[in-house]
């Protein structure tokens, strides 16, 4: 089984908030690729902005189907 890759790209509105992607363990730069897990199984992908002011955290679960 193959697993998809797809660029992840964060755009936040403040254009100097920084950005920080995590899946399965591993830390990610903003638009960088990554392999989604294809095992039908929700895994989380985190994004967290950090504007200076305040930092909002968001989780998003990807399933990807196996096969």
Do not use: C, E, F, R
Request: hydrophobic share 40%; aromatic share 6%.
């Amino acid at each position: 089984a193959t697993n998809a890759k797809d660029a992840v790209v964060a755009s936040p509105n403040q254009a100097k908030a920084k950005v920080a992607i995590s899946y399965q363990g591993k830390n990610y730069a903003n638009g960088a690729t990554i392999t989604w897990v294809a095992d039908s199984t929700a895994h989380p992908l985190t994004v967290t902005v950090d504007n200076g002011a305040s930092v909002l955290t968001y989780t998003v679960n990807v399933t990807k189907a196996a096969g």
